[in-house]
């Protein structure tokens, strides 16, 4: 996996470009089946991807945290939500609760998340591959790409299908 994850940013930047106009069409012409198609091309991916081997969104990125994350997450370490906050959050240029750093402050070394079970939404949903009208988020998949293998493979997958 280590190979692998110093591998990605080169390859998602070569396949940038192609990649942007192979959504800007997809958004443009939307195939009727894509949510049925993604959320096979997500089930195959990860029947093979161990998220456990890598964890490369929790050691790069920070999730945003809705207010229904904050109060889930607050609650189970017995803290008020504005101690939660305080202690791990801050607000980032478009407003958000974000984390204070990262790598995940809640990753463990062994890449188990401490706080799985009630984990924000975002890390719920990441990639987001499987996500209904696909096509609206070309842009974040073009990001999660450069983060995510699976992620990267999936949109491989999708570009071959749709030829």
Request: with cysteine; charged share 35%; aromatic share 10%.
């Amino acid at each position: 996996m280590d190979e692998v994850l110093r591998e990605l940013p080169k390859k998602a930047k070569e396949k940038h470009s192609e990649n942007k106009k192979f959504f800007t069409k997809l958004k443009k012409k939307t195939p009727k089946n894509l949510d049925y198609m993604m959320q096979e091309l997500h089930e195959a991916e990860f029947k093979r991807t161990d998220c456990l081997t890598c964890a490369n969104c929790c050691k790069t990125t920070g999730p945003l945290f809705t207010n229904a994350d904050v109060e889930r997450i607050s609650k189970s370490f017995r803290m008020k939500p504005q101690k939660f906050i305080d202690t791990y959050l801050r607000i980032d240029e478009e407003n958000d609760f974000v984390l204070q750093q990262v790598p995940c402050t809640f990753l463990g070394a062994d890449n188990y998340c401490s706080i799985y079970d009630v984990r924000p939404k975002a890390c719920r949903e990441f990639p987001h591959t499987d996500r209904k009208k696909f096509q609206q988020i070309s842009n974040l998949t073009l990001k999660n790409v450069e983060i995510c293998p699976a992620a990267f493979n999936i949109v491989e997958e999708m570009k071959k299908l749709m030829k």
